[in-house]
């Protein structure tokens, strides 16, 4: 054979190879389908995968779609038609919703495998649609959305408001399903504005539209405290509905409105279901008092008020008190509101007086003293307040009170006199305390320089301040590992890990090989998972395929696949594993988890 027929027969030889190569790899299909394409805003339901003659095929993933919420939720073994025959097909699971109406297109999706591309169909979920003619919308579903189910109302009685006015508000959470747990609820906030929020709230049943409803309340109130623009930020609520169990759905069908199967298929397989609701932004426009017809004496209140006024006594003797009440009641801003005016009268001394304030009201009790036998009368007291219903000033006048002045005894004027005396001399006293401390303490001289002067004292002033440093810099180092994303993701799945194999440790004695081997397996999926940075429900043994197994021992890779096993025998067949077995493999999980801490990345 000649040079050049020898070349030519490699040269094909070659093609021939690569033809064969390309050959081998095969465009595979799966089928994309949906339990329901036509769901309400924010109710669940499923996509399925599903591959024929394709049992090791990894759940793809999904990518994201704006408006919809997809997590994986299981697989399972099923069967598929290919050419009018049933073969053997491997089922993946998706729990998706659609968050807002419209019409969302799923796929197709494409990915590589062993060399093998998979290509699937699309398909489209139009979410709120109505249903087709002549087809029923489901059950609970089509009359009323899960808006008018469960849903959250800011009520806000005004958005013109004068400056200084206190306007009441309410946070109410309406839901017809009463199996309610973990509410959660913001606060309310605003920007510039004064957001007297409560702490207490209070529930009820109350019929709207002819449903029952439980209705959760929590009372708030809010201030502008200049002329201008303001916005209370939206508020947000995240309960979970929890499905009733099944012996107690008889004696609660009434207060439920008959909607049982509506939650069991809202709520899904899991008995429970968090939901978040929010407040839409509410903007407030708040306009000055007016100027015209502004009383001098007014102070600032504002609110629809009351005001009375009352003497503790209608006859004192000279030189004696009286106290006077003056009660302020209604709504309105108290912060505003200050002591009612009274005029000054020859013969009558004010003393300061005590203020006090509850929920919707304010009483001054004022004592004052009578100090001539003219005083005939307690002066005229006066509250002006602006109210914002009737958008005009107010001046209440109360007063003035008639009283009688009597003459002290003469006992009483001796008694006196002798009170006055005795205060006298402990004036005295006092005072000649006071001069000989002042003459002790100016003979005193500093016989020796203070410590903290001293330069060996030095060195401790700087220590809190190095000490603080230090600690600032280790702060900075934890939050930095904190928020680097594979030191974080190895320290979770650390600590997630350990508590596992606690609780695993305690069910050794109980018995239960096969709860026992599913909390492994639960273990290895969500340590493995979390480390890779994955969902954890998708993890199984061909995850030693994707890991990095430089640097691992070879014996570390034979415990994975040997515990993967092990849990699946537990979990698909009937097996019996004895308490040694079942150390036996919470000690391979332990030394699995043990090892691969020890590497920074997977």
Not at 128 to 154: D, T
Not at 277 to 299: H, K, M
Not at 433 to 445: F, I, M, N, T
Not at 471 to 485: D, F, I, T
Request: with cysteine; aromatic share 8%; hydrophobic share 40%.
């Amino acid at each position: 054979m000649t040079m050049a027929r020898l070349r030519t027969a490699v040269l094909l030889a070659g093609m021939l190879a690569i033809f064969a190569g390309i050959a081998d790899a095969r465009d595979i299909g799966f089928t994309l389908r949906l339990k329901d394409n036509r769901p309400a805003p924010g109710r669940q339901t499923y996509l399925e995968m599903v591959f024929p003659d394709a049992l090791d095929v990894p759940a793809p993933e999904v990518s994201f779609i704006k408006g919809v919420s997809i997590t994986y939720d299981r697989w399972n073994l099923g069967k598929a038609l290919v050419g009018g025959q049933e073969v053997p097909a491997l089922i993946y699971t998706y729990k998706i919703a659609g968050l807002r109406k419209g019409s969302y297109a799923i796929g197709p999706i494409t990915f590589e495998y062993k060399g093998n591309i998979y290509r699937s169909n699309a398909v489209v979920m139009d979410v709120g649609a109505p249903p087709p003619a002549g087809e029923a919308a489901p059950s609970g579903v089509h009359a009323v959305g899960i808006s008018k189910r469960i849903y959250l109302v800011l009520e806000v009685p005004k958005t013109t408001v004068f400056v200084n006015e206190r306007v009441p508000i309410a946070l109410k959470f309406y839901s017809d399903w009463f199996n309610i747990d973990n509410m959660a609820e913001g606060a309310i906030k605003g920007d510039n504005i004064i957001i007297d929020d409560s702490v207490t709230k209070d529930s009820k049943v109350i019929e709207k539209d002819g449903v029952n409803y439980m209705m959760i309340q929590r009372p708030a109130a809010f201030t502008a405290p200049a002329a201008g623009r303001f916005t209370i930020k939206p508020v947000t609520v995240t309960v979970d509905a929890v499905i009733y169990d099944k012996d107690d759905l008889r004696s609660k069908l009434n207060t439920l409105n008959d909607n049982v199967a509506f939650y069991e298929e809202f709520v899904g397989p899991s008995k429970k279901r968090t939901i978040e609701l929010s407040t839409e932004a509410v903007d407030i426009i708040a306009v000055p008092l007016p100027t015209e017809g502004r009383p001098e004496d007014f102070t600032g209140a504002v609110g629809d008020f009351s005001f009375d006024l009352s003497a503790s006594a209608a006859e004192v003797r000279l030189g004696g008190e009286i106290t006077l009440t003056m009660t302020i009641k209604g709504p309105g801003n108290y912060s505003s509101v200050s002591l009612p005016r009274m005029r000054k009268e020859a013969g009558i001394k004010l003393y300061e007086p005590r203020v006090i304030r509850g929920g919707n009201s304010v009483i001054y009790e004022q004592v004052i003293r009578v100090q001539s036998p003219d005083v005939k009368e307690i002066p005229e007291a006066v509250f002006t307040f602006f109210n914002p219903v009737g958008k005009r000033y107010i001046s209440t006048r109360k007063g003035p009170l008639k009283i009688s002045v009597t003459a002290p005894g003469p006992g009483e004027t001796a008694m006196a006199e002798k009170a006055k005396e005795k205060a006298k001399e402990k004036a005295e006293e006092k005072k000649g305390w006071v001069d000989g401390l002042k003459e002790v303490s100016s003979g005193l001289r500093r016989r020796d320089i203070p410590l903290y002067r001293k330069r060996s004292f030095l060195p401790f002033e700087t220590l809190p301040l190095l000490i603080a440093l230090a600690g600032a810099c280790v702060y900075a180092v934890m939050r930095y590992l904190q928020r680097h994303p594979l030191y974080a993701a190895s320290f979770a799945a650390s600590r997630k890990a350990r508590e596992g194999i606690i609780r695993a440790q305690s069910m050794i004695s109980r018995g239960s090989p096969q709860e026992f081997y599913n909390l492994l397996f639960r273990i290895l999926q969500d340590y493995l998972g979390t480390r890779r940075l994955k969902p954890s429900e998708g993890v199984t043994s061909r995850i030693i395929d994707e890991i990095d197994t430089s640097g691992i021992g070879q014996d570390v890779i034979d415990r994975i696949r040997k515990v993967f096993y092990e849990c699946y025998i537990a979990k698909y067949t009937q097996g019996s594993f004895g308490p040694d077995d079942m150390r036996n493999t919470l000690d391979a999980v332990t030394y699995i988890v043990e090892n691969l801490n020890r590497r920074a990345e997977l």
